[in-house]
């Protein structure tokens, strides 16, 4: 891949990402900085609000620091040296490190790419924020849940589906137009195409969210089902519990379905953008198979994608983004076998 931001940065992203940087390979070069960039000012944020050492209180002024600098409400960044200490991943730790060159390369982007990103990255902290707030009291011994079906909407849309919005919007800005309607239907299912991806964290997520305390299905959902949020720290209330994640998994794939109407609006011509959105479809709907079937409320049984998976999708992706027909029979059949 060319080069994005520096060999420095560069060597961070790949090492804060996997499947995401395998789709910012497949971006067009006009478009891939951008996103690149964007990436790694919202994995900063995110190290931040997760790291293990600090309290809530400190956590959430380091995040208001940081995200004021970025849009230039503020003259200094927060002193994250004793984060970056703790990291247990050395990418994530440079991240800390070199958060003012991450910031300074806004700079070569024209005023409205920097306004995308900054706005998109607002929304994202905004998200962060609120879940610290959310769950400032949770830990092991005190379970926390979601109140409604309506904060998690919006907290996968703030993490997510303003990405989605972002990616369409950075793409519109300089690879393809649409006409007005068309421009309102495919930013309503670039939202849905976040929410699915940030929907498949949660649901795989569940027993490292758990083990904090934090619980996304909303305690009022569980009581339908006569569950709590401890009930499901034991793998033996997976039957008990399945037909209520069935139904977020459901939920899920109608998102990806939206996905799918998302790629196929892109023009045909956009090979590159085509395959970097069919890529993270793909693999999700392989995980929404697997979630289906595992135990996920099992810890040591942690439901992932091999590499070997992932080779397998992008040669499929490879051969099919060329032709429209075969695009469609791929995403379909994966869209089948995420529904079973």
Known sequence: ?????????????EGTSRSFYLSLGK????????VGLLYL????????????RGSTSDRLGWLKQYG????GAEEELPDLSKLSAVQRNPAEARLLEVVESSVSCLSRFSDEDQNRIRRCLDIIISGQTLDLERFSD?????????????????YAYRVAGSVGEFWTSVSLGHLFDLGEEDKVRIYD??????????????LRDIPEDLAMGRCYIPSPVLSEFELSASDLLEPGNIERFRPLYSRYLDLTADHLEAAIEYIGMLPHSQFRLR????LPVLIAYRTLEKLRLGNVLNPEERIKISRDEIKE???????AVPFPGSSSKLLNRAGMAGRS
């Open 1 to 13: 891949m060319a080069e994005l931001l520096n060999p420095e940065l560069d060597k961070i992203l």
């Open 275 to 278: 395959g970097a959105c069919m």
């Open 138 to 154: 949770a830990s092991s011994e005190n379970m926390v849940s979601l109140q409604d079906d309506s904060e998690l909407d919006d």
């Open 68 to 71: 004021d600098f970025v849009q």
């Open 189 to 202: 299912l670039a939202v849905r195409f976040g929410k699915a991806l940030q929907m498949i964290n949660i």
């Open 41 to 52: 000012l919202a994995r900063t944020s995110d190290t931040i609000a997760d790291s293990e």
């Open 313 to 319: 999708v992008l040669k499929q992706v490879a051969v």
């Open 27 to 34: 971006l067009p070069s006009k478009i891939r900085s951008q």
